[in-house]
């Protein structure tokens, strides 16, 4: 009887090891190969740089669809132009309401494709002094990357950079394009 219980035992234990490991067993799809992670969603694994930035493009565009985000694309670069309307208020480095939730988004996707770079890019509009708009700038560049490292990006990932008030989009002269040179801009690029 004892002999048994630890036959049975023993039986679950390696049915149960067995079912762990299927999680994230890599497995063939089609053509592509790639493992799956603990959620079921597909990682790409031996894919040319090309096609995994296509595959990100094209996920960007779906999840930040009617969010304000601009995307396009330039060679193997993909630009994501977050204005202001959407970011930060005039003069202020404090991540507006509703813009987390953009920023959760873009996580999620840039979460599944960790072999790319983040090259977050601060801009203001001209309204202050030149020495202040550049800090703000910074500021606003480091929250955004703040804000993305604290939703699993790699630190190592996330580079920032302010432009003060030096690479407007819009005249400066005018409320809304005050607005759309108040932005965040984010280059992804391919780690190489």
């Keep these: ?4 219980v630890y036959a049975t035992a023993t039986t679950i234990l390696i049915g ?24 079921g969603q597909t990682v790409a694994a031996n894919r040319s740089p090309a096609s995994i930035m296509d595959s990100q493009e094209a996920q960007l565009r779906e999840t930040l669809n009617k969010t304000g985000v601009d995307v396009t694309r330039n060679g193997g670069t ?22 987390d939730e953009v920023l959760n988004s873009l996580a999620r996707v840039l979460n599944e494709y960790k072999d790319t770079q983040i090259n977050i890019c601060g801009h203001t509009d001209s309204v202050g002094k030149q020495i202040y708009n550049r800090t703000l700038s910074t500021i606003r560049a ?27 989009i819009a ?7 005050r607005a759309k040179n108040r932005r965040v801009e984010i280059e992804i690029l391919p780690i190489r």
Excluded: W
């Design 1 to 4: 009887m004892k002999s048994l």
């Design 78 to 99: 993909i630009h994501l132009n977050m204005p202001g309307h959407l970011t930060f208020s005039s003069g202020s480095h404090k991540i507006k309401p509703g813009f």
């Design 142 to 168: 480091r929250r955004v990357a703040s804000y993305l490292a604290a939703q699993g990006i790699g630190a190592d990932r996330l580079s920032v950079e302010g432009f003060g008030e030096t690479k407007p």
């Design 171 to 177: 005249s400066n002269k005018t409320k809304s394009g």
């Design 16 to 39: 149960a090891l067995i079912l762990a490991g299927c999680i994230t067993t890599p497995f063939l799809q089609g053509n592509k190969a790639g493992t799956k992670n603990a959620e």
